[in-house]
């Protein structure tokens, strides 16, 4: 039994077949919009490159690049499609491609919804992403003059300014790290040979940070360096006064800056996606409903139309099987005409009127 059967006349089905017609050209920009977004993403990962450990997030601008591209040229067809199904002499051109169309369309409505689930269960891959691809960058942010990662620093920098934001976690990873290069250290200096020789690695360790974490609306001017010790500064508390410095890490701040994005982009995608499956709808309802006028021979006469015409089971098992012939009508089409080009040549060398000698064994 059909599920979901609609009656239409044959008014409806022009004006459904115009409809479709409209709405799979907006699908187009809609396609547009999610090449666009994909795209948008792909560059803003791509500018944090340098503090993301892995490429998995990729993943997720890739899906939007390819879902919008396909979806410019599906829809494309859709349309032509739609629009010559009002008249039914040239639905029979498209009798046999309606199908497939519409199962490659299903797979790829399918995509988009993949696409923009994606946005919104990337988080913990991108923070973890953030957070190894900040700990390296901040230990080799001392190193300028090393090939490869002269530029660390300048982007660290540039990331906890725009960011407002200090260190991983916090400020105080800093502390846990050499960020100051050996090349700008005295070391005759008895407090920096104390300093390495106290630390296992021999690293020189400060409890200071960049100047990159100052807070620039704090009214106090920014302490760098010695930063738990009270007593180094005049009217300074190290455990009760709010330091002047950006108290919250990168991690957290890429993190949010990127989930707001996706959380944007995913929620764009999943209202592209419900429109595509409108649109995927309509177009099943015209083609049922086309493919009943074909069968009933009168272009004025009502016609039903439907989603499935049996269960979800046998319309998949009768769609493979339209598949399977279809494929199977081809190739006897190409033995025919291989047998046909035989005859051809065999009439043409003994005549129309002689048959080819039989071969002796």
Same mark, same amino acid.
């Given at each position: 039994?059909?599920?979901? $059967?609609?009656?239409? !006349?044959?008014?409806?089905? %022009? ?53 919008? !591209? ?72 001392? %190193? !300028? ?37 050996? $090349? ?13 020789? &106290? ?18 609306? &704090? ?83 009502? &016609? ?40 051809? %040549? ?12 039989? &071969?002796? %064994?």
């Amino acid at each position: 039994m059909a599920i979901l $059967r609609v009656k239409f !006349t044959k008014d409806k089905r %022009d004006r459904l077949a115009q409809v479709l017609w409209i709405l799979n050209w907006v699908s187009v920009i809609t396609g547009v919009i999610l090449f666009s977004m994909g795209l948008f993403l792909k560059i803003e990962i791509r500018k944090r490159s340098e503090v993301m450990a892995n490429r998995e997030v990729d993943s997720v601008p890739h899906m939007l690049i390819v879902v919008g !591209t396909i979806a410019c040229g599906i829809n494309f067809l859709g349309g032509k499609i739609c629009y010559d199904c009002s008249d039914t002499n040239k639905f029979s051109r498209w009798k046999m491609v309606m199908l497939p169309y519409i199962i490659c369309t299903f797979f790829f409505t399918f995509c988009i919804l993949v696409g923009a689930l994606m946005c919104y269960t990337m988080r913990n891959e991108l923070e973890e992403s953030l957070y190894v691809g900040l700990r390296e960058a901040m230990k080799f942010y001392k %190193d !300028t003059d090393t090939p490869g990662r002269c530029f660390l620093k300048r982007t660290v920098d540039q990331l906890q300014i725009d960011f407002h934001c200090c260190g991983n976690k916090g400020f105080r990873d800093w502390f846990e790290i050499q960020w100051i290069s050996n $090349r700008y250290l005295d070391m005759r200096s008895k407090d920096v040979q104390d300093r390495l020789k &106290s630390n296992i690695d021999g690293k020189f360790l400060v409890d200071g940070v960049p100047f990159s974490c100052c807070n620039p609306n &704090s009214p106090r001017a920014c302490i760098q360096y010695n930063l738990t010790d009270s007593s180094a500064y005049y009217n300074y508390d190290y455990q009760n006064e709010e330091l002047n410095l950006w108290m919250k890490g990168c991690r957290q701040a890429l993190l949010e800056y990127y989930t707001e994005i996706m959380q944007s982009i995913g929620l764009m995608a999943l209202i592209i996606w419900l429109f595509e499956l409108s649109v995927l709808i309509g177009v099943r309802y015209l083609q049922t409903a086309m493919e009943n006028v074909h069968l009933q021979g009168d272009p004025e006469c009502e &016609s039903e139309g439907w989603l499935l015409e049996n269960n979800f089971v046998e319309t998949a098992r009768t769609n493979f099987n339209i598949m399977k012939n279809l494929h199977k009508v081809d190739q006897v089409s190409t033995v025919s005409g291989a047998e046909d080009l035989n005859i051809h %040549d065999n009439t043409a060398e003994y005549g129309p009127d002689k048959v080819p000698p039989k &071969s002796i %064994d």
